[in-house]
């Protein structure tokens, strides 16, 4: 199987990198699989697939941290995210949002496609989350945005991943690490060092046991 990993920043792969004493590069090309840091944001992330996505890839594994709505997950678990929403697709209508759906332009939501039947990814705890340009600070858009998506993680690439690989047919699977809650912003709770640890370690453990 040929995998593709695909991450927004090296750091949040730094264990991963060591590991396999990968070179400074954003495309990395190995025995194993290729990996491919592709700058934050969706629009980044898209531009980088659009240049190394193809259809010679088995399987795309998307890896980063990530913010999250629920506190039954305690900081630094692991979560495979399933459901992605462009939470900011769309329009405003008053004091209602009409998503690209409703408008009839397309589609804010995808879904991962073929997961690979393995207990890497089994034994996660499967959930929905959103991509987004802005992360979420205030409570007032927090709360707006809960009763909207129910989100249970927030990134900033996610969606863009599996509008990419929808496009061409290939499976893709998003793991995140739980790196702080998304509330009013306030750092001195964040926990991401440990959320990369976690994310790494399993990543390793995946790669050199598949």
Same mark, same amino acid.
């Given at each position: 199987?040929?995998?593709?990993?695909?991450?927004?920043?090296?750091?949040?792969?730094?264990?991963?990198?060591?590991?396999?004493?990968?070179?400074?590069?954003?495309?990395?090309?190995?025995?194993?699989?290729?990996?491919?840091?592709?700058?934050?944001?969706?629009?980044?992330?898209?531009?980088?697939?659009?240049?190394?996505?193809?259809?010679?890839?088995?399987?795309?594994?998307?890896?980063?941290?990530?913010?999250?709505?629920?506190?039954?997950?305690?900081?630094?678990?692991?979560?495979?995210?399933?459901?992605?929403?462009?939470?900011?697709?769309?329009?405003?209508? !008053?004091?209602?949002?009409? +998503?690209?759906?409703?408008?009839?332009?397309? %589609? =804010? &939501?995808?879904? /991962?496609?073929?997961?690979?039947?393995?207990?890497?990814?089994?034994?996660?705890? !499967?959930?929905?989350?959103? +991509?987004?340009?802005?992360?979420?600070?205030? %409570? =007032? &858009?927090?709360? /707006?945005?809960?009763?909207?998506?129910?989100?249970?993680?927030?990134?900033?690439?996610?969606?863009?991943?599996?509008?990419?690989?929808?496009?061409?047919?290939?499976?893709?699977?998003?793991?995140?690490?739980?790196?702080?809650?998304?509330?009013?912003?306030?750092?001195?709770?964040?926990?991401?060092?440990?959320?990369?640890?976690?994310?790494?370690?399993?990543?390793?453990?995946?790669?050199?046991?598949?």
């Amino acid at each position: 199987m040929k995998i593709l990993i695909v991450a927004a920043t090296r750091a949040e792969l730094s264990g991963l990198c060591g590991y396999f004493t990968l070179p400074e590069e954003d495309f990395i090309q190995t025995a194993a699989f290729d990996l491919l840091i592709t700058g934050v944001g969706m629009t980044a992330t898209a531009f980088a697939l659009g240049k190394y996505l193809s259809e010679s890839y088995n399987l795309v594994l998307n890896l980063g941290i990530a913010g999250c709505y629920e506190w039954k997950y305690p900081l630094g678990s692991l979560l495979n995210v399933t459901h992605d929403t462009f939470s900011e697709l769309g329009a405003e209508d !008053r004091d209602e949002f009409l +998503t690209i759906d409703a408008l009839g332009f397309g %589609k =804010s &939501s995808y879904t /991962a496609g073929n997961e690979p039947g393995t207990a890497h990814f089994s034994l996660l705890p !499967r959930v929905s989350g959103i +991509t987004v340009n802005k992360v979420h600070g205030n %409570k =007032s &858009s927090i709360k /707006a945005i809960e009763k909207r998506l129910h989100p249970v993680t927030e990134s900033m690439e996610g969606a863009a991943v599996f509008y990419c690989c929808e496009q061409l047919g290939i499976p893709c699977v998003q793991v995140r690490a739980i790196s702080n809650y998304v509330e009013e912003r306030n750092r001195e709770l964040w926990k991401i060092g440990l959320a990369v640890k976690n994310l790494n370690e399993w990543a390793i453990e995946f790669l050199t046991n598949r």
